[in-house]
């Protein structure tokens, strides 16, 4: 089932990025493990996908025990500063980073872990009060600080978009993330190599595909 599942996932992926003219290469699947066990994200792995998204620390942990550093680990949920010390040797990439302190205290562990930790930017750009993410218009400012942080790689950005009632409602939320990328990109901050846009998730992959996403996390859709 679920390797049927991210079969058609990725047929999805290749025919809306060929559609669109894009390169199917430069999208990455990130399957969204959170409402499975460990034994379905290594069915995931099985199947050849190689990036694994969880969005809180414990339930990344307890399939780390399992899965070890066999998948790429990406964190995509809302991440508590006090938190950070227990993922900060695990995972690749951070995709919401939303706060100064949040960025301060992942730049101080990954120096303890000897490493530079890779994050994106989560930016609420729908505005809806229930979401996480810093307003687009305080975007610059949060990357002109983070600019000091030698352990710090801001790849790009990330949004979580409201969820949609049919196809093409939410690519002018895409849409409104690739033009604050595009500009922030042109600006080329310290510590920064923006080349990753993390959005869509199962309702409106392809619509972020077409939008420019470079990762999609997509769960739903994988294991129903
Ligand atoms: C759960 C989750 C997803 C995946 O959502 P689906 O609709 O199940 O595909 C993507 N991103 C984040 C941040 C999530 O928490």
């Known amino acids: 089932m679920i390797r049927e599942n991210i079969k058609k996932v990725r047929d999805e992926i290749y025919d809306t990025a060929i559609n669109c003219g894009r390169n199917p290469d430069d999208i990455t699947l990130c399957a969204v493990t959170k409402t499975v066990d460990a034994s379905a994200a290594q069915e995931v792995l099985d199947s050849g996908v190689t990036v694994l998204g969880e969005n809180r620390v ?4 307890e399939k780390y025990e399992v899965l070890a550093d ?35 205290e992942i730049d101080r562990r990954a120096k303890l872990a000897n490493k530079i930790q890779d994050v994106l930017i989560e930016v609420n750009v729908s505005g809806e009060a229930s979401k996480f993410g810093i307003r687009p218009e305080d975007t610059e400012k949060l990357l002109e600080q983070i600019a000091g942080f030698s352990n710090i790689c801001v790849r790009g950005l990330m949004t979580i978009a409201p969820l949609p009632e049919k196809e093409g409602e939410n690519r002018k939320y895409f849409s409104k993330l690739r033009e604050l990328f595009v500009d922030i990109q042109s600006k080329k ?36």
């Open 58 to 61: 414990q339930a990344l942990l």
């Open 70 to 104: 066999k998948p790429e680990w990406h964190l995509i949920g809302h991440l508590q500063t006090n938190k950070v010390k227990y993922i900060a040797d695990k995972v690749s990439l951070i995709h919401s980073v939303e706060s100064l302190r949040l960025a301060e």
């Open 189 to 224: 901050y310290d510590n920064s190599n923006m080349d990753i846009l993390s959005m869509g998730m199962s309702r409106d992959y392809k619509d972020a595909i077409k939008e420019g996403a470079t990762i999609v996390r997509v769960g739903t859709a994988l294991f129903n």
